[in-house]
């Protein structure tokens, strides 16, 4: 019974047909996403662990593709670790090779990356639509911290697309300063695991300039970055690795 | 200048559409760099370092400089995995699916246009680049399986593997520059769209289809053999084509192209 099982996680014919589980789930979510905006459209908005809390129970038959992508990325997740360690027992027993170990130096990126994530879907937060004027305050979530937005700088192409837009803010907790920076696309500020990313702009009904941000914490940002490099340069490695094999 | 550049687009699609014609009516090149699919991806090459010079980014952003890339990384692959006399054969449908995006982005607005700030980082380049690199060989494994299918042939067969697994490689390292861009720009390495899960979609379905390159025929999956493979990799292309165009144009996602 236990032998049935092990090879059943270890198989590959079990891959194959949990890839194509997972296809058929997502291609059918991209379609449900597009069918009920009202319940997908805050998907982003807060941490997957606590919208699927609130939205996945309640709603049972429209998120059933999500019950399927995660149950077949589980799945996914436990069959490459699986096969690694079924088949790093007889590569250190035999001929140790880089050739042979790079497979599952991929599976065990891939592992990492799915397990931080993970981390980030249950551990991490998200604040979103923090909106406030220049000159004016904002209390960021339950972090105790106020972000004050300074100064906001827009530049605009003739053609009237924003070529540029930064915002100067300062993060106080109470009334001392504990982080001051100047917050553009792609170049949050971070502060004790947070990030402050500019999100969007434009004037009050008075006339003041307003910026919007969201505050994200992800405890598992590092990880996946981690990972992600190590599959990539793995994966690298064993196309130069099998030369003109076919891998 | 702005305008003049468009000639080196124009005379790209006539060298992809010389190259596919002679193609069908069964006219061969003598060798890889003496064909007219060689002429046009220089043009192509030269077309795309001029547009990127004078609009300041690379020439990946809208529906036009998308379908240009695609058809400038599926010639590109024309001559990376199907330069020998072996596989050569595979050129006559290859030169199609070259010329037809290429066709298709002649039909569409050209102009040159800011990149909105969010897309103005080295990551832009750097994701998509890999992504169409990616597009380009699942493109190329479309027409080597084809042939195979058509013909046989080991060489075509190994061929047609190799574009799978580069191109799985290439897709996988773009998805990977996307993820840390978005983690920069939204604050998470990954945002629920349709694009996001046709990416992820795409990547699962070649990770499966290069691993049951080492699953013994008829074992398991009953029926698995070569041709199977070959037909899972043609339907790769499918399944990349419903990422690239079919959600942006049938589905609605923030993140377009």
Redesign the interface.
């Known amino acids: 019974m236990i032998g049935a099982v092990w090879r059943f996680l270890t198989?590959?014919?079990t891959?194959?047909w949990v890839?194509?589980f997972?296809?058929a789930a997502?291609?059918a979510?991209?379609?449900a996403?597009?069918r009920y905006?009202e319940l997908?459209s805050d998907?982003?908005a807060q941490i997957l662990v606590g919208w699927f809390a609130r939205k996945g129970f309640a709603a049972p038959g429209p998120t059933l593709w999500l019950y399927g992508?995660l149950l077949a990325t589980a799945l996914?997740a436990v069959n490459a670790t699986c096969c690694t360690v079924d088949r790093l027992v007889p590569i250190f027993r035999g001929n140790v090779t880089l050739r042979r170990l790079l497979p599952h130096v991929v599976h065990l990126a891939f592992l990492g990356v799915v397990l931080s994530?993970l981390a980030?879907a249950m551990y991490g937060d998200?604040i979103p639509g923090l909106a406030v004027p220049e000159g004016g305050f904002v209390p960021v979530g339950e972090t105790g911290w106020v972000l004050e937005l300074n100064r906001l700088d827009v530049a605009m192409?003739p053609?009237g697309?924003?070529?540029?837009?930064s915002a100067a803010v300062t993060l106080y907790r109470d009334v001392t300063p504990v982080a001051r920076g100047v917050v553009?696309?792609?170049?949050?500020l971070f502060h004790e695991g947070y990030?402050v990313?500019l999100k969007t702009f434009g004037p009050t009904p008075w006339g003041a300039p307003y910026a919007v941000f969201?505050?994200?914490r992800?405890p598992g940002?590092v990880a996946?970055?981690a990972c992600?490099?190590l599959?990539?340069v793995a994966?690298?490695l064993?196309?130069v690795t099998a030369g003109g094999d076919?891998? | 200048m702005v305008g003049a550049h468009l000639v080196l687009f124009w005379l790209s699609l006539v060298a992809y559409g010389a190259e596919a014609g002679l193609q069908l009516g069964g006219i061969r090149p003598a060798s890889p760099r003496r064909s007219a699919l060689f002429g046009g991806l220089l043009l192509h090459a030269l077309f795309l370092g001029v547009r990127w010079v004078l609009s300041g980014h690379a020439p990946m952003a809208g529906l036009f400089e998308s379908l240009t890339v695609f058809s400038f990384c599926t010639a590109l692959s024309a001559f990376f995995l199907c330069g020998t006399e072996g596989t050569m054969s595979a050129w006559m449908p290859l030169s199609v699916l070259v010329a037809l995006p290429q066709a298709g982005a002649a039909l569409l607005d050209k102009r040159l246009t800011p990149l909105y700030p969010a897309l103005d980082t080295p990551w832009f380049a750097t994701h998509v680049g890999l992504s169409f690199l990616g597009y380009g060989l699942f493109a190329a494994g479309l027409a080597l399986s084809w042939t195979y299918l058509r013909h046989g042939g080991d060489e075509v067969y190994r061929a047609a593997g190799r574009s799978a697994l580069y191109g799985f490689s290439a897709f996988s390292a773009g998805m990977v520059c996307g993820g840390i861009w978005a983690f920069y720009a939204w604050g998470s390495y990954w945002i629920w769209t349709p694009k996001e899960i046709w990416s992820v979609v795409l990547w699962v379905y070649y990770a499966a289809l290069t691993h049951l390159k080492f699953l013994p025929a008829g074992r398991g999956w009953p029926g698995w053999g070569r041709r199977l493979e070959m037909q899972a990799t043609a339907a790769g292309y499918f399944v990349m084509l419903a990422t690239f165009l079919g959600v942006s144009l049938l589905l609605r996602s923030s993140h377009s192209f």
């Open positions: 198989s590959l014919t891959f194959a890839g194509l997972f296809c997502g291609a979510g991209s379609v996403m597009g905006p997908f998907m982003d992508l996914l994530h980030g998200r192409a053609e697309y924003p070529r540029d837009f553009r696309a792609n170049e949050p990030g990313y969201d505050a994200n992800d940002a996946i970055l992600s490099v599959f990539t994966n690298l064993v196309l076919d891998a």
